[in-house]
Nanobody, 124 residues
Framework: QVQLVESGGGLVQAGGSLRLSCEFS????????MVWFRQAPDKGREFTAS???????SYADSVKGRFTISRDDTHDTVHLQMNSLKPEDTAVYYC??????????????????WGQGTQVTVSS
């Protein structure tokens, strides 16, 4: 069974940076499409960034130029480097995976496995 565990969240001031990690276990990591969603207080879960098995990436407009998604196949881990953080980035960040390698969908239903989330809080 595939398991995803997020880490790296915390409290940071506006303009600061955080690096989130998503550790994958249970199956062959390199063939999965990986994605980060986030859910702010009183809002729905929002697509943030994704990466294919071959390293192609996609980003939400709200984070382009500030966030970078990457994958480390040696350690079966996906990272989300978040720079120039804004209070609007405050949310629980979730890692998810598609077993067929899909990564472009921005619909939650197209991802097969989900982590429990990690809290990111950006103070003004």
């Amino acid at each position: 069974q595939v398991q995803l565990v997020e880490s790296g969240g915390g409290l940071v001031q506006a303009g600061g940076s955080l690096r989130l990690s998503c550790e994958f276990s249970g199956r062959t990591f390199s063939s999965y499409g990986m994605v980060w969603f986030r859910q702010a207080p009183d809002k729905g879960r929002e697509f943030t960034a994704s990466i294919s098995w071959s390293g192609d990436t996609s980003y939400a407009d709200s984070v382009k130029g500030r966030f970078t998604i990457s994958r480390d196949d040696t350690h079966d881990t996906v990272h989300l480097q978040m720079n120039s953080l804004k209070p609007e980035d405050t949310a629980v960040y979730y890692c998810a995976a598609n077993k067929y390698g899909a990564y472009l969908s921005r619909s939650m239903k197209d991802y097969d496995y989900w982590g429990q989330g990690t809290q990111v809080t950006v103070s003004s």
